[in-house]
């Protein structure tokens, strides 16, 4: 990755997960050593076979981390947004990346090369806490994936997933927008569009969650909360 000669603005680091423990010394040590990208909606930003030198942390818009089956078929692994980073396990052993990652939309980030992101964390012993804290939630976010796969059937998968978005979004967590299309979305918790539609669909019937265009309302929380550990429709709706 070449520099592009775009600074980091250390201001906007201030409120990244992976900075947020440094005093603004050494956020702004950092954001010296890297430079920023921008890519246009559907561009490659990093392909499967590729050396990575550095690390991205993404600071506007929507990116997919995704796999390609033998016979072409995407597997997205990850949505990631504004905040989210990539490129760290790779980054350290020196390997070349086993996923390919593209934009959703027009996308702006921040990359950071091996070398100064090693000097920080050999000087900064809060930078190594976030840095472990950030690859151990990909640990856990990578074991819920084989968990959703394997344990669970479509319509659990769903639940789960729409009750996991809206703990991320405001209070009173009743409400989230889907971050990327429908496929995108039914690609990350290994259902086809088709299957993650008509899921959707039978919580709307069922009077669980409304739909607005890519704004969903949870109606029925406790529902939600009992189809996605396993229960029917009906055994839901008596226990709420």
Request: hydrophobic share 45%; with cysteine; net charge neutral.
């Amino acid at each position: 990755m070449h520099p592009t000669g775009i600074p980091v603005d250390a201001e906007a680091m201030l409120d990244q997960p992976l900075f947020d423990r440094l005093d603004a010394a050494s956020i702004g040590k950092i954001a010296q050593g890297g430079w920023v990208v921008e890519f246009e909606r559907g561009a490659r930003v990093l392909g499967r076979g590729e050396q990575l030198g550095g690390l991205y942390v993404l600071l506007d818009g929507r990116l997919k981390l995704y796999m390609l089956s033998c016979n072409g078929d995407e597997r997205v692994l990850r949505v990631m947004s504004s905040g989210d980073s990539f490129g760290e396990a790779i980054m350290f052993n020196e390997l070349p990346s086993p996923v390919f990652v593209d934009t959703l939309s027009a996308a702006r980030l921040a990359f950071f090369p091996r070398d100064v992101i090693t000097d920080a964390l050999m000087k900064n012993p809060e930078f190594t806490t976030s840095m472990l804290r950030s690859m151990s939630v990909l640990m856990r976010n990578l074991i819920q994936d084989l968990e959703t796969c394997c344990l669970q059937n479509a319509l659990q998968r769903t639940a789960n997933y729409l009750l996991r978005e809206a703990r991320n979004s405001p209070p009173p967590h009743v409400a989230l927008t889907l971050p990327a299309p429908k496929a995108v979305i039914a690609s990350t918790l290994n259902l086809s569009a088709e299957t993650f539609s008509r899921e959707l669909h039978r919580l709307k019937d069922h009077g669980v969650i409304e739909i607005n265009r890519r704004v969903i309302y949870l109606r029925d929380k406790a529902a939600l909360v009992a189809l996605a550990e396993g229960s029917q429709f009906a055994v839901a709706a008596a226990q709420h």
